[in-house]
């Protein structure tokens, strides 16, 4: 049988299951007759890949609703009942301001209540770093939230956590998703009423005492509170955005408990919004997010700007430039001055441990990796997810033979303390916020400490490319062009010699086996092919070390077009 085929015998079985609502039925129904939109919607079902489930919102086995999350919660408790240490498993909940998170975040803990498993969720939106935090501090045997992160209106998702408050690592993410395939049958996941659950006490509503827990824990992790407290905070000006999400309440209240009272909020874009109505995309790694922000600023004079995606697990900063112009730092530049701020504060006060690591991905600037052998202080890298990097810290916790000072990747991805297994954007906030006033105190800006880290370790830029390949046809175009780079790889780029493949397929550095391919050039630069785990895309990562901006933005450019050529060729 053809994918078409059984994806059209798919469409037919949920229009005759009884246990489907009419209205889901009445949405498939308008489809009749496109074999093209039926195929997209049933050829297979949501996958676990780098965050869980993700994926458009709708009728279909291939779309995120009510009936794909009541399917996977069912697999996760089996999962959790055969594999969860002691007798009775606990789970957190917690969800972000998209449309449907709030109604699938209850749905989950009803399936969960309904097979005895006392469930803990949120009673408005969070960020995701909180539900890691809350699945530590209560320890919990798992976590979920319902959130698809920075992508756009019409996605959600569903990422599952383990009882170190870290995402699924990919061996128990298998062994849930063979879980969650045994589960053949809608009649097969378990529910209770509200009233039932509530007043069986497996589901417990967190409150007050949760937040109040996690924003001290995170105003804990300031490196100068002191510093702060004394005036520098109330004279440094702070533009913010949480582009609708769930970083509005977090962000202010740690600003504000760490020192910082000239904060400015983008009205606009304050309050949750499904729909993101005055953005093309909430993430913050794109300038246009920062529009609003940027008017703001200039009405304010603000020192920096910072946005939060919906999730909160991603923090973008827009800093000043010699010239006053405000320009968006990458996501590897706030993470190197991020990584320098950290370890200086650490060693002027003598804490700088000697076991100390910093964990980045494969992906990621090797500008930071530099400025922290600097300081003595060891790197590791990981493949690219920030629950790799959690791994690694929980296995560090266990051991004591390392020493976690900071995590990141060069996606907008953050974390210091080990409080959490997860990037979080408003540590991150708090910390990048501190080191601008801490070097204003000082009579520089961000920017002036960007270019004396150039200046001492060389000018590193980056680059990304991306290129949405959406639907059955999609995936058959980005396994091609994976096997065309692995079976005819490049001799040199604009005539510099390729010196290195690595093909993470074939497992490296005792990295798990993963489909990524990075070449490495005569000259320093490399540039790195990934499918993503949780879109329809494929990503291209470039980067070069120059001696100046200028030659190292001309060579990056060369590097992009010649690689991309041959990808979209």
Not at 45 to 73: P, S
Not at 86 to 105: C, K, T
Not at 213 to 230: D, G, M
């Amino acid at each position: 049988m053809s994918q078409n085929e059984a994806a059209i015998q798919r469409y037919n079985a949920w229009l005759n299951d009884p246990l489907i609502d009419e209205a889901t039925k009445e949405e498939l129904r308008g489809i009749t007759g496109d074999e093209k939109e039926i195929t997209d919607r049933f050829y297979r079902d949501l996958e676990f890949g780098t965050g869980g489930l993700r994926g458009v919102m709708g009728a279909g086995t291939n779309r995120l609703n009510a009936y794909t999350v009541g399917k996977a919660t069912q697999g996760l408790a089996n999962w959790l009942l055969e594999h969860a240490a002691g007798d009775a498993p606990s789970l957190v909940i917690a969800h972000d301001s998209r449309n449907y998170s709030p109604e699938f975040a209850l749905d989950s803990a009803l399936v969960l209540a309904a097979n005895g498993v006392k469930t803990y969720l949120f009673q408005s939106l969070r960020p995701t770093p909180q539900l890691s935090y809350a699945v530590r501090a209560l320890k919990a045997s798992s976590g979920i939230v319902i959130t698809a992160s920075h992508n756009p209106p019409e996605y959600n998702g569903y990422k599952a956590y383990a009882a170190d408050g870290c995402q699924l690592i990919p061996e128990d993410a298998e062994q849930v998703i063979a879980a969650i395939q045994q589960v053949t049958g809608f009649d097969q996941v378990k529910r209770l009423s509200r009233e039932e659950a509530e007043a069986q006490g497996l589901l417990v509503w967190l409150g007050e005492d949760a937040d109040e827990s996690y924003i001290n824990t995170v105003v804990a992790q300031s490196l100068n509170v002191e510093l702060l407290r004394s005036g520098v905070g109330k004279q440094f000006s702070v533009v913010f955005t949480p582009l609708h999400g769930s970083g509005n309440m977090p962000v202010r209240e740690v600003l504000a408990k760490a020192g910082f009272s000239n904060v400015h909020i983008v009205a606009e874009q304050e309050q949750p919004d499904g729909y993101f109505s005055t953005v093309k995309s909430p993430n913050p790694e794109e300038r246009e997010a920062f529009t609003l922000a940027m008017k703001l600023a200039q009405q304010v004079d603000a020192d920096i700007i910072i946005g939060t995606d919906p999730d909160a697990d991603r923090m973008g900063a827009v800093v000043k430039n010699n010239n006053g112009e405000y320009v968006v730092l990458t996501g590897n530049q706030s993470g190197a001055l991020m990584v320098n701020y950290v370890l200086s504060q650490l060693e002027e006060r003598g804490q700088l441990p000697d076991n100390g690591v910093v964990i980045k991905t494969i992906v990621t600037s090797e500008m930071g990796a530099d400025i922290a052998r600097s300081y003595g202080v060891a790197v590791e890298n990981t493949l690219t997810g920030f629950k790799y990097i959690g791994e690694k810290m929980t296995g560090y916790e266990k051991t004591g033979e390392r020493s976690f000072l900071f995590g990141y990747e060069e996606s907008y991805g953050y974390l210091t303390g080990t409080y959490a297994r997860d990037k979080d954007a408003i540590v991150a906030a708090l910390l990048i916020c501190e080191a601008a006033a801490y070097y204003r105190s000082l009579g520089k800006t961000l920017y002036d400490v960007l270019l004396e880290l150039y200046e001492k370790h060389g000018v590193y830029l980056e680059g990304l490319e991306s290129r949405t390949l959406k639907g059955l046809d999609g995936v058959q175009k980005i396994a091609g062009i994976m096997d065309s780079w692995r079976n005819q790889p490049p001799v040199d780029i604009n005539g510099v010699k390729v010196e290195q493949v690595l093909d993470y397929k074939l497992g490296l550095d005792g990295l798990r086996l993963e489909n990524v391919l990075k070449y490495m050039l005569a000259d320093g630069s490399w540039f790195c092919l990934r499918p993503s785990g949780t879109e329809p895309k494929i990503k291209v990562y470039f980067a070069v070390r120059g001696e100046s901006t200028p030659q190292a933005e001309e060579a990056l450019n060369a590097l992009r077009q010649a690689v991309m050529a041959r990808v979209d060729g």
